[in-house]
């Protein structure tokens, strides 16, 4: 059974930093595309940060909006992936979700979301 379980969410001022952990089990996150995704109240669910698996070079991407401010990075011993997100701003609210996925074989899966929050 595959699961994906982030944490460290909460409420933080602007210009502060948080950093989300995804640990994964039933998978090895080396060997998965993995991303990063948050959703605001009313909008749509977007793709924040990926890291593609190892044997695709584990090379990242991010979005436009969050680009020099945030930086995905992943930890195969400890089968987890990290989102290090530094000035943030009140519009990266949302609940951030993990996101493991193995195109070649169709597995897609998500976490639970962790809630972040960035207000004075």
């Known amino acids: 059974q595959v699961q994906l379980v982030e944490s460290g969410g909460g409420l933080v001022q602007p210009g502060g930093s948080l950093r989300l952990s995804c640990a994964a089990s039933?998978?090895?996150?080396?060997?998965?595309?993995m991303g990063w995704y948050r959703q605001a109240p009313g909008k749509q669910r977007e793709l924040v940060a990926g890291?593609?698996?190892?044997?695709?070079?584990?090379?990242?991407n991010y979005a436009d909006s969050v680009k020099g401010r945030f930086t995905i990075s992943r930890d195969g011993a400890e089968n987890t992936v990290y989102l290090q997100m530094n000035s943030l701003k009140p519009e990266d609210t949302a609940v951030y979700y993990c996101?493991?996925?193995?195109?070649?074989?169709?597995?897609?899966?998500w976490g639970q979301g962790t809630q972040v929050t960035v207000s004075s």
């Open positions: 890291i593609a698996a190892i044997t695709s070079g584990s090379s990242t």
């Open positions: 039933g998978i090895r996150v080396s060997f998965y595309k």
């Open positions: 996101n493991a996925n193995y195109a070649k074989v169709a597995q897609d899966f």
